[in-house]
């Protein structure tokens, strides 16, 4: 049903700061502008996904509700869309799952600078129903392009995305069972205190993760942070660095073979590191 991650969007409060921060943060520009119902939104599109900034600039229906999740929770990391070959048959399947579709719709954008028209059909699932998450399914009509490079040691793809759980096995049966990601890994690390559940679609992995200290609960889900993948983390933790971001020391992941650093500043409230993957992940390794 699912054939990966179509895009994460991120809410800001400045579209304009939204967009140079993470173009100095990727080293790529946007790749679509749009606005509509007083939204402007921004894509950056990467090899296996895309990122939607999106913020309120004017009056309109959209703007009350970005404006109002902004209010509650403030920037940051606010709902994900897969992408599906089919969306009348992925929104039957959802049904039969008890995942409470929407009607499918329609959905159109025009970019502001090329003033192309992009069409898709997409649907969303209840919140209620998917631990919190807002979840929407959607069929393109086209692929956006690869975002042009605009400096070296350039942000090359997503990694994995993290998501936190309070209930993990409620989790599992969402992402592995329901939705139909394929599960990789399930393992607790008593020095971190933490459950860590993997599961691989479309290039990418989603992380959940949950933490021992705090114990089992009924409470939301939360979409945590981000891992950006780059062919040299050196070089692109020195370029940031002279972008002026705060970044990290280098240091060893926890998967043998991989290098990461954290950013600490700059990023919109979205936790983030940024990962080198070296060896092949071989089976029975972690996937992060």
């Known amino acids: 049903m699912i054939l990966g991650l179509d895009h994460a969007v991120v809410l800001v409060r400045d579209i304009e700061a939204g967009v140079a921060g993470y173009q100095a943060l990727l080293g790529r520009a946007p790749v679509w502008r749009a606005q509509k119902e007083g939204v402007a939104t921004a894509v950056f599109s990467l090899a296996n996904t895309s990122l939607e900034l999106m913020a309120p600039v004017a009056e309109g229906e959209g703007a009350d509700r970005v ?5 509650a929770q403030g920037e940051g990391l606010a709902s994900l869309a897969f992408a599906v070959e089919d969306i009348g048959a992925a929104r039957h399947r959802l049904a039969r799952l008890g995942l409470s579709p929407s009607d499918v719709s329609d959905g159109e954008s025009r970019d502001l600078g090329s003033e192309r028209t992009m069409t898709w059909k997409r649907t969303r699932t209840d919140a209620k129903v998917t631990g919190g998450v807002k979840m929407f399914f959607l069929q393109r009509a086209e692929p956006f392009a ?4 605009t400096a070296d040691a350039t942000v090359d793809a997503l990694d994995h995305i993290v998501l936190s759980t309070p209930d993990p096995e ?3 049966a969402l992402y592995g069972a329901r939705l139909g990601l394929d599960m990789k890994l399930d393992r607790t690390v008593a020095a971190l205190q933490t459950r860590f559940l993997f599961f691989r679609i479309g290039g990418l992995v989603f ?17 945590f942070g981000v891992s950006w993948r780059v062919a040299d ?3 692109t933790r020195e370029r940031l660095q002279e972008a002026g971001f705060e970044v990290s020391e280098l240091r060893e992941g926890r998967k043998p073979g991989t290098r990461v650093f954290t950013v600490r500043t700059g990023t919109f409230g979205v936790p983030t590191i940024v990962i080198e993957q070296g060896q092949r992940i071989e089976q029975g390794q972690r996937d992060d």
């Not at 404006?67 to 209010?71: H, W």
């Not at 690869?146 to 490079?149: D, E, I, N, Q, Y």
Request: hydrophobic share 40%.
């Open 170 to 172: 409620r989790a599992a």
């Open 233 to 235: 983390v050196a070089a």
């Open 67 to 71: 404006r109002s999740v902004l209010d």
């Open 207 to 223: 992380e959940i993760i949950h933490s021992l200290k705090t114990g089992k609960g009924d409470g939301p889900d939360k979409i």
């Open 146 to 149: 690869l975002s042009p490079a």
